[in-house]
């Protein structure tokens, strides 16, 4: 008798085993299947959690500043070590990306030479000859050199008048006259043409192109 009540309890468990299957079946929870089986619930498995995303950082605003780090007087003192003479123009320019000043400089055999350099550092970036025929001969070469203004004295002459930085400067010589003409970029972001006396310094005339394209000359 004591086997059949083994057997019954066997049989009890295995129908205890049935129910809780018709349980899982029906929806029940893991307790149910852990009664069935005698045995320590297995923890429930928990899901990794996602780290949490790192915003990046917002980065400097990019874009050089408009004012060079190489001012007009320090670029001609790189371009006339390079080649001896007198410049009779500058400008800053973009070349591939670089900003760079550009210079005409009659060069003391009486040559003309493109002179570049780089704005940011003032090492020479380049000198070959000067192809343009955008200079006067004789005649601008003789009144360049007997100008008693240098382009860094006509752009400080500018400066005086209009804050801000110098962009270009040009020497000009007509009807006799000669004078340099400076390009500001003022800082109320305006672009101001000054006309500087070669021989005196005097600010002779100043233009402002305002930013809708009208022009107030003084």
């Known amino acids: 008798m004591k086997i059949d009540a083994r057997r019954m309890v ?14 899982l ?21 928990a899901s990794p959690s996602a780290p949490p995303s790192a915003s990046p950082s917002a980065g400097a605003p ?31 320019d973009d070349e591939h ?5 550009e210079f005409d400089v009659l060069a003391q055999d009486g040559t003309w030479r493109d002179v ?46 209009v804050q801000g930085h110098v962009t270009s400067a040009e020497f000009e010589h007509e009807h006799g006259k000669a004078v340099w003409e400076v390009d500001v970029t003022g800082k109320d972001g305006a672009e101001h043409e000054v ?6 310094g005097k600010v002779l005339a100043q233009a402002t192109d305002e930013p809708d394209g009208d022009d107030d000359e003084d």
Not at 10 to 23: D, F, I, S, W
Not at 62 to 72: E, H, I, N, R, T
Not at 140 to 161: C, F, H, I, Y
Not at 195 to 200: F, K, L, N, Q, Y
């Open 116 to 161: 570049t350099v780089d704005s940011g550092t003032g090492k020479v970036l380049g000198d070959r000859a000067d192809g343009n025929d955008d200079h006067d001969g004789a005649a601008e070469a003789a009144a360049l050199r007997k100008a008693t203004l240098s382009a860094p004295a006509a752009a400080d002459a500018a400066l005086k008048a």
């Open 62 to 92: 990019g874009g050089a500043a408009p004012d060079p780090s190489v001012a007009l007087a320090q670029a001609v003192d790189a371009a006339l070590r390079k080649v001896p003479g007198t410049v009779a123009e500058a400008e800053l």
């Open 97 to 101: 990306g670089k900003a760079v000043w």
């Open 195 to 200: 006309t500087v006396d070669a021989a005196s």
């Open 25 to 45: 079946a029906a929806g029940g929870t893991t307790a149910a299947f852990a009664t069935a089986h005698d045995g320590p619930s297995a923890p429930p498995s």
């Open 10 to 23: 066997t049989g009890r468990g295995l129908l205890v085993t049935v129910v809780a299957a018709g349980a």
